[in-house]
């Protein structure tokens, strides 16, 4: 069984900039969802999806943007990078949405801005 | 708002002694509660969860324990062993809020020889 990986494992970027971070889920997982984890903080909640479709948004502007696509791999996207943008993005997948199931984190994409 | 808190950033402790992780919510909606282990440069890990039905679970050396009028949490490691030394993160999810999971800033859990 093949866990949940993510690409790049870090990124440098420039204040300004566009990102694209890519997430596998695991086999059989159908929802998944990422997060934003800045030093010294748990992670926080930015959006998940199920079946193609975002299922809920954390506190986070339109400029994060994300994508599932039929393989149940997700994208996450943000604009206009700010230098607060900087920290680890998470992603966790699920075999579905509900409020009792566990979900299982890849080892995230460390972002820079600058 | 931090609707779920772990008030306590560190903990030290000796080798085959217990661990005790504190962990508090705000939010009456929650009704599933995890804990994850996090190493550097790796994705949290699933160590065990409760549902707001139960008040203990037990899962090896990991037991939590879920007091509801509380609103409290704690996990104990009991015996800690070295490897266990990581930042462990409580989680909660709820009936307002599916899939969507709440976690505290993490405790750092260093165990001695």
Redesign the interface.
């Known amino acids: 069984e093949t866990g949940v990986t993510q690409s790049p494992t870090h990124l440098i970027k420039t204040r300004g900039q566009q990102v694209t971070l890519r997430c596998s889920s695991q086999s059989g997982h159908n929802t998944v969802s990422w997060y934003q984890q800045a030093l010294g903080q748990g992670p926080q909640f930015i959006f998940q999806y199920y079946r193609e479709e975002e299922n809920g948004r954390g506190n986070f502007p339109p400029r994060f943007s994300g994508l599932q696509f039929p393989n149940y791999s997700s994208e996450l996207n943000v604009n206009a990078l700010e230098l607060d943008d900087s920290a680890l993005y998470l992603c966790a997948s699920s075999l579905q949405v509900s409020g009792t199931d566990t979900q299982y984190f890849g080892p995230g994409t460390r972002l820079t801005v600058l | 708002d931090q609707q ?1 808190k ?1 008030n306590s950033p560190s903990l030290s402790v000796q080798e085959g002694r217990i661990s005790i992780l504190n962990c508090d919510y705000t939010n009456s909606m929650f ?2 509660f ?1 804990w ?1 282990k996090k190493y550097p ?6 160590l065990i ?1 409760i ?1 707001s039905i139960k008040d203990k679970n037990e899962d090896g050396r990991f037991t939590v324990f879920l007091n509801k009028s509380a609103k409290h949490l704690s996990l104990h490691i009991v015996p800690s062993q070295p490897g266990d030394s990581a930042v462990y ?1 409580c ?1 909660a ?3 307002d ?10 405790t750092q859990v260093v165990v001695t020889p």
């Open positions: 779920v772990q009704d599933y995890l994850y440069a790796e994705g949290p890990t699933f969860s549902s993160f989680a999810s709820g009936r809020s599916w899939g969507k999971l709440q976690f505290g800033a993490g």
